[in-house]
């Protein structure tokens, strides 16, 4: 989706899905379009465009042990009903493994993720960092998510975040506001717009990300740049084709991590594929 929403990895082949037997007759709020991308810029990092009832796609990377997959479902409406994702990387020693599930609930949103970090050693593998956490998303009288609790163990130590969420006028996402107990959660993202009324750069402590569309309003591209207190890390998404909607379906990804005592270059692509409501 837009702004390499769903960080995927290899192309997975679309199989049917079948409509809702009573979706033509469901009437969809008028700001429903304005209330789906923030909600969805919170629960999946972006937005895309048109009616789309499901994504499927995914990322390898070209020069290490890297991938992803994701497939997400939405209703007629575009309101998402469920996303399944899934991400591992072996680097230098090191192996992360992600994943995430959310689906609908009353109220708003459920989600289950898991996060390990692996060392491999002299044919050992050792789990430095796990953390297990559930996070809820809570639907306001607009219909946009106005908070988000997680409740989660970091090496089997309990813990909580929460965060609260801050619109316009115009019921777009403008700020996230997290505390708790991981210092890494903590933090203030602020949204932004361009004059078009495309979703153009979001920006924390760590850093900011920007993205590019054309005149056409199709997506053209990312780039960001991320502190750590060890490095710094550049990222540039380039499209290299779009579906008639205007979604980004095959991209190329560059990074370069800056270390103390050394620079890391990667490179990676993603596909993605698009089913959309009639």
Same mark, same amino acid.
Request: aromatic share 8%.
């Given at each position: ?18 409509? !809702?037997?009573?979706?033509?007759? &469901?009437?969809? %709020? ?32 070209? #020069? ?21 994702? #899934? ?54 009288? !607009? ?14 130590? %309990?813990?909580? =975040? =929460? ?30 717009? #361009? ?12 850093? &900011?990300?920007?993205?590019?569309? #054309? ?9 960001? /740049? ?33 270390? %103390?005592?050394? /620079? /890391?270059?990667? !490179? ?9 409501? %009639?």
């Amino acid at each position: 989706m837009h702004n390499g929403i769903y960080g995927l990895a290899v192309l997975i082949l679309l199989t049917g899905f079948a409509a !809702h037997a009573e979706s033509g007759e &469901k009437t969809c %709020p008028a700001a429903g379009k304005r209330i789906n991308d923030s909600n969805n810029l919170i629960m999946l990092s972006g937005t895309a465009k048109g009616n789309i009832r499901m994504v499927v796609g995914g990322m390898v990377g070209k #020069d290490l042990d890297e991938q992803a997959r994701s497939s997400i479902r939405f209703d007629v409406c575009g309101v998402l009903d469920e996303e399944a994702y #899934d991400y591992h990387k072996t680097e230098n020693g090191l192996t992360l493994n992600m994943s995430n599930h959310i689906v609908r609930a009353d109220g708003g949103w459920d989600s289950v993720y898991d996060i390990a970090i692996i060392v491999n050693r002299n044919g050992q593998q050792r789990l430095v960092n796990h953390k297990q956490g559930k996070t809820r998303f809570f639907l306001g009288k !607009h219909g946009v998510i106005t908070s988000a609790t997680d409740a989660f163990t970091i090496d089997g130590e %309990p813990g909580f =975040t =929460t965060t609260i969420y801050s619109y316009d006028k115009q019921l777009r996402l403008v700020q996230g506001t997290a505390r708790g107990s991981d210092p890494l959660s903590n933090d203030l993202v602020e949204y932004a717009y #361009d004059k078009n009324g495309f979703f153009s750069s979001s920006a924390s402590s760590n850093g &900011k990300t920007t993205y590019q569309y #054309d005149a056409q309003g199709r997506e053209k591209g990312s780039y960001s /740049i991320s502190r750590t207190a060890i490095s710094q890390n550049s990222k540039r998404e380039e499209c290299q084709r779009n579906d008639a909607v205007g979604n980004c379906i095959l991209s190329y990804g560059r990074e370069t991590e800056i270390l %103390p005592k050394a /620079i /890391i270059h990667r !490179h990676r692509s993603t596909a993605t594929q698009y089913q959309y409501w %009639p």
